[in-house]
Structures are given as C-alpha cells and as structure tokens.
C-alpha cells in the first residue's frame, strides 16, 4: 500500500472516531474508525520517515490538544494545523513521499476542523458553566 492511500486511511479512520464522539453509542463508526486509523498509521509509519516531521505531527497534536484545554481562541488550533500540515507534507524522503497535492489540503482541513471543534466545545463547557 502507498503513502497516500494509508493517509488517506488514517485520516478517514479519524473522522470516522469524530463522529463516534459526537454521538456515542451509534459503536459502527468507532469500530471502523478505530480499525481504519490503525491500519492507516500501521502502513503509513512502516519503513523510512524524517524524525523532523514526525516531532512536527506529535507538536500539531499536542497543540490540538491544548487548544481543548487551554487555548487563546483558535490560536493553539491554527499552530497545530499548520504543523500537521508540514509534518505529513514532509513525512518521507523522496519518491515514497505522501503527494503535496494529497496531504496539505487533507490535513489543514483536518486540523482546522478539529481546532473549531475543540473551540466549540470549550465555548459549551463555559456556558454549561454559567447555567450551573
């Protein structure tokens, strides 16, 4: 299997978890994500890889991940989603390489939408909050 169709797994196979998430229960998308996200990272992550871009995706979700917690609206998100833009754009050497074409426009919109997401629901947490 190539880069771009185990990125494309990967990435679908998180949604996939995304929607799960947003409504628990429904347990066919979490399955499939979570079957479809380990097989994508399982033949992405085989042989060769930059150490750089792999300490930019780790930065991108850790920064997604603060963006939950902490995060100056968006700012923490919008870092993160560029730095898994660089990361999987740059994730192997030469002609093995997930194609530019494929991999920027799949992952800003993956990390803008969880960004927004994770913006979203800090905004539910305070108003939830309030109401209490």
Same mark, same amino acid.
């Given at each position: 299997?190539?880069?771009?169709?185990?990125?494309?797994?990967?990435i679908s196979g998180l949604l996939a978890l995304?929607?799960?998430?947003?409504?628990?229960?429904?347990?066919?998308?979490?399955? =499939?994500? @979570? %079957?479809? +996200?380990?097989?994508?990272?399982?033949?992405? #992550?085989? $042989? *060769?890889?930059? !150490?750089?871009?792999?300490? =930019?995706? @780790? %930065?991108? +979700?850790?920064?997604?991940?603060?963006?939950? #917690?902490? $995060? *100056?609206?968006? !700012?923490?998100?919008?870092?993160?989603? @560029?730095?898994?833009?660089?990361?999987?754009?740059?994730?192997?050497?030469?002609?093995?390489?997930?194609?530019?074409?494929?991999?920027?426009?799949?992952?800003?919109?993956?990390?803008?939408?969880?960004?927004?997401?994770?913006?979203?629901?800090?905004?539910?947490?305070?108003?939830?909050?309030?109401?209490?």
């Amino acid at each position: 299997m190539g880069p771009d169709a185990a990125f494309a797994l990967l990435i679908s196979g998180l949604l996939a978890l995304y929607c799960e998430l947003l409504r628990p229960g429904l347990i066919v998308p979490g399955v =499939l994500g @979570a %079957a479809t +996200a380990s097989a994508g990272a399982c033949f992405l #992550f085989r $042989g *060769p890889f930059h !150490l750089y871009a792999l300490a =930019l995706l @780790a %930065a991108g +979700a850790l920064l997604l991940l603060a963006e939950v #917690f902490l $995060g *100056p609206y968006l !700012l923490l998100g919008a870092l993160g989603a @560029a730095s898994l833009t660089l990361g999987f754009a740059f994730l192997f050497p030469g002609p093995r390489r997930i194609s530019p074409a494929l991999a920027i426009p799949v992952s800003a919109l993956f990390g803008t939408l969880t960004a927004l997401l994770a913006s979203l629901a800090k905004r539910a947490r305070r108003v939830k909050r309030r109401l209490l």
